[in-house]
Structure formats: structure tokens, C-alpha cells
């Protein structure tokens, strides 16, 4: 996974099921030592490790100035590609050989997502859940119906729609039918998602005997008076 989801308690949590974690870290994790952080006179290609219980650290130097920081509760040793120039642990090479899932599902969210600029944090974590949400429907869905609007190129913007309507249509056809006085703007709305409000004829025209329901029916108030 990439460094969005890698913690030390997700790590934790995913051991309890027998479950190993590869992942990057992000620079402001709590976890890494100041030891792993980037500094400048750390070696270009060069690595230092930290072991936890079946956790392991490695931070790795590409460059000057800069640590790649990853966390592997996989791996449980100091081992390097000594044969490269780069010298890589082998720890960053597993993840760079498997992270391929990882990057299409970025790239994939990012091309329909809901996010919005906003400084509460639950929000963007919220936002998050809903893409990655939709995107495995569409990834599962697709896989247990394969024919799925097959040639089409935005079969999954189709599908998001479409999902969006589904979750939302119990909750428009509960005000249609609790709410007596919609605006017009907003039952014309739900019309157009293909919810129609159901108008059941109580009374008929005086004058053509044609049906009419309650919110197309006028009541005209005369006092006895005029009555007689």
C-alpha cells in the first residue's frame, strides 16, 4: 500500500488476521526515527533499518538530501541488492515489484472522484472512502458481470452515476411521499432521476368529471350566506 494507508497500529491490526503489510511512510509519521528522516549527510544509496517485533523500517537515501521510508511487517532482515550500483534493500524492491495495484487505483480515482477542497480532515478522509468505495463496486461488479456495457469507454463514469441515483432514490421517494409541498425545481429533479409522485385521484372536475388529486385541486371557500 502506499504511504495514505501504511501505519504502525494498520500494521498492528493486520497481524492480529495474519495479514503482512508493505507500504511507504510518510515523512510526519510519529513512528520513524530522526535517525531515518532525510539528512544531508546521510549517503546517497545508502540504508539504515529498524526492527519492532515483526515490524521492520528501512529508510533508503536515492539522493541527497532526500529518505524513502517504508514499513514491512514481511521482511525481518538487513538484506540489500549488493550487485546494483543503487543498492537497494530488498524490501523497497518487493514493493516496487508489486505496487502496480497500488498506482492504478491512484490513477483511477483520480480520474472520477468527488474530492473537494476543504480544511477539515474528516471531510477528505470521508471523500476518500466514497472514491475508493465506488471503485471497488465498479472493480467487483465488472468482475461478476464481465458483458458490462462492453465497448463502452466511460463505462465506469456511467456506473458511478447510476450508483449515485441507486443510494439516493430511497431517500427522494421518502420526502416525495412525507413532504405534502415540494418546490417545483426540486420535484422536477427528481423526475428527471425517474421518480414520479404518485397521484391518486380523490375527488372528480364539477365541471368535466375528470380525475383530479390533491395537488391539483382548487377548494373554493363560500360562507352559507351565499350558499342560499
Known sequence: MDNFFTSIPLAEKLLEKNLTLVGTLRQNKPDIPPVMKPNKLREKYSSKF???GNMTMVSYVPKKGKAVVLLST????????????KRKPEVIQYYN??????DTMDQMVRTYTCKRRTRRWPM????NVLDVATLNAFTSYTAQHPGYMGGVTNARRL???ELGKELVMPHMRRRMEGTSHLQTHITEAMERCGLKKNRKASSWCSKCTSPVCKEHKHVVVICEACMH
Not at 477528505?124 to 471523500?127: E, F, I, R
Open 124 to 127: 477528505v478522509l470521508w471523500h
Open 50 to 52: 529498524g526492527f519492532c
Open 74 to 85: 514481511m521482511h525481518d532482515d538487513t538484506a540489500v541488492d549488493d550487485q546494483s550500483v
Open 159 to 161: 456506473f458511478i452515476k
Open 97 to 102: 515489484h508489486t505496487k502496480s495495484g497500488v
